[in-house]
Each structure stands twice: as C-alpha cells, then as structure tokens.
C-alpha cells in the first residue's frame, strides 16, 4: 500500500469519525419537547 493511499484512508475516517461524533453531539444536547410522542395521549377521553 502506498503512502498516499494510507494518508487518504486515515483522511477519510477521521471525517466520518468527526461527523458522526458531532450529530451524535447535536441529538443529543438538543432540548426534549414537551409535546407527546404518542398518539394515544393526543386522544380524546372518553368516559
């Protein structure tokens, strides 16, 4: 393997490391909502 294929591969990880690493980062730190995730809870009661 060549030097400039190592340089490229190493490149080319390390991208998609720090791309993964900072979505991941986003999700996670963003604020929850305070709506419901369920539609059950949106129903109407019924009595």
């Known amino acids: 393997m ?8 190493i490149l080319t990880q ?12 986003k999700v996670l730190k963003t604020p929850s909502n305070g709506e419901s995730d369920s539609y059950s809870d949106n129903d109407a009661k019924k009595d």
């Open 2 to 9: 060549t030097t400039s294929a190592i340089i490229m591969i």
């Open 14 to 25: 390390g991208t998609v490391i720090t791309a993964t690493i900072y979505f991941f980062r």
